[in-house]
């Protein structure tokens, strides 16, 4: 890995996590109730996806794993999972307008909580600041959440594609289905150590709800995988940056406003020190 030039400014890297942080509206979506409404108005139900608890079992856990690691995509990965499941009520064409729609609605919902908007505003115009949007997530959350930014005028661009100097862009957004693994592991930081982040790094500040927020009928909110996935990513971060981040453990509880109030108040004062 080539090394950051000594001629440039160090820089404060401040990254937050989407889905239950700067998102609480993809937690919502996801909610019992809300989701199996979801999967009614989509169609889903109608073919045989019709409780929360099927649509976890039947169509998140067969496919997270690939689809949160690939190009494949919610709406191929999904629609190829029911196929295969050979529901008698289910023809391939109502089975890929059901995702799609499904789909639609949930990017739709996975709105950033304008409550952020100041918060990401000073950081986009911080100078030595550069922020980051890291999310394990469907490929098709990349666009999803850059139209999200742009709506709230934070200027954006894909984490994979680019290189640039510190201050043309504030935010760059890195899905884990676009580099190719979770962020969990040390590639994903190396690779955009390569791409996005080629700059010296003074401090490492990392915003995330590490599972905590999310609805989920898989394992994947149980505290010990959410302390295993903790120390796996501050581990990555150390090993590619050389630096220990300062977490901040965002957890919205009850409470929404008054944690995100809490959670930008912590940012600052880091990023003042």
Same mark, same amino acid.
């Given at each position: 890995m080539p090394k950051p030039s000594k001629n440039l400014k160090s820089v404060t890297l401040v990254i937050f996590d989407y889905s239950g942080t700067l998102s609480l509206g993809a937690v919502e979506f996801g909610k019992p109730g809300n989701l199996e409404r979801h999967l009614e108005? !989509?169609?889903?139900?109608g073919i045989g996806i019709d409780t929360a608890n099927r649509y976890w079992q039947k169509v998140v856990t067969p496919t997270w794993s690939s689809a949160s690691t690939s190009n494949a995509g919610f709406r191929s990965a999904v629609a190829d999972c029911m196929r295969k499941m050979k529901i008698p009520s289910a023809t391939p064409r109502s089975i890929e307008t059901a995702v799609a729609r499904f789909l639609d609605a949930y990017m739709r919902h996975s709105h950033i909580d304008k409550k952020w908007r100041p918060l990401l505003s000073d950081i986009q115009n911080r100078p030595n600041t550069l922020g980051l949007i890291a999310t394990d997530h469907y490929a098709e959350a990349t666009d999803a959440i850059l139209a999200h930014l742009a709506a709230l005028g934070i200027r954006a661009a894909p984490a994979t594609? #680019?290189?640039?100097?510190a201050g043309e862009t504030a935010?760059?957004? /890195?899905?884990?289905?676009?580099?190719?693994?979770?962020? /969990?592991?040390? +590639?994903?930081?190396?690779t955009l150590r390569k791409t996005c982040l080629p700059l010296p790094v003074k401090k490492l500040v990392l915003v995330d709800d590490f599972g905590?927020? #999310? +609805?989920?009928? !898989?394992?994947?909110? #149980?505290?010990s995988r959410i302390e295993n996935r903790i120390i796996a990513t501050c581990q990555a971060l150390g090993g590619v940056f050389g630096l220990n981040p300062q977490v901040i453990k965002f957890q919205?509880?009850?409470?929404?406003?008054?944690?995100?109030?809490? %959670?930008?108040? %912590?940012?600052? #004062? !880091?990023? +003042?020190?």
């Open positions: 108005e !989509s169609g889903l139900a594609n #680019e290189m640039r100097p935010f760059s957004v /890195a899905n884990s289905a676009d580099i190719g693994c979770l962020k /969990a592991n040390r +590639q994903f930081w190396a905590l927020n #999310e +609805q989920d009928c !898989s394992g994947y909110t #149980e505290n919205a509880r009850r409470d929404i406003n008054a944690a995100i109030v809490r %959670t930008i108040r %912590t940012v600052k #004062e !880091s990023l +003042q020190s």
